[in-house]
């Protein structure tokens, strides 16, 4: 908040790889505010990513930050991916306009394709999106619903 607050610069590309929601001093970094503040730092054209958590095991937490996301005015385009060390995990596009995806991709690429670039951004039923409240500074929901998505996979 502070180096946001301090700081004139607007960028075309922010990637934010915050530490999961665990407790209310992390939670402050996925509200509405954060977001609208860091608003006045994306350029136009700008994208934002989001380390989102896992829409796997952490369903309704991860729809709570696209909510949150989109509460501040951001156009998103969720999406996830198998990441070894973490199981399935997501990620949340953000911008003042939409990203639209690559009618091509440069030839050297090892391992994506126009086909699993277009499957990031499907959900299947189990990980599809679900009713979830914004993440503010004053009703951390995200936090609450962490929790209780995480409780749910130890019990």
Aim: aromatic share 16%; charged share 25%; hydrophobic share 45%.
């Amino acid at each position: 908040f502070v180096w946001l607050e301090e700081n004139p610069e607007m960028f075309d590309a922010v990637i934010i790889d915050f530490p999961d929601p665990t407790n209310f001093s992390l939670g402050k970094l996925y509200t509405t505010a954060f977001y609208r503040l860091l608003g006045h730092h994306v350029a136009e054209n700008g994208q934002i990513v989001v380390q989102s958590t896992s829409p796997l095991f952490a369903r309704q937490s991860f729809w709570c930050i696209v909510e949150t996301l989109e509460a501040a005015k951001f156009v998103t385009r969720p999406y996830h991916v198998y990441v070894p060390s973490f199981g399935e995990w997501g990620f949340i596009l953000a911008g003042r306009k939409a990203w639209e995806a690559p009618e091509k991709l440069p030839a050297d690429l090892k391992f994506l394709t126009l086909e699993n670039l277009r499957s990031l951004f499907e959900f299947p039923l189990d990980m599809n999106r679900m009713p979830a409240e914004p993440n503010r500074l004053n009703d951390q929901a995200l936090v609450r619903y962490y929790e209780e998505d995480w409780k749910k996979l130890t019990h």
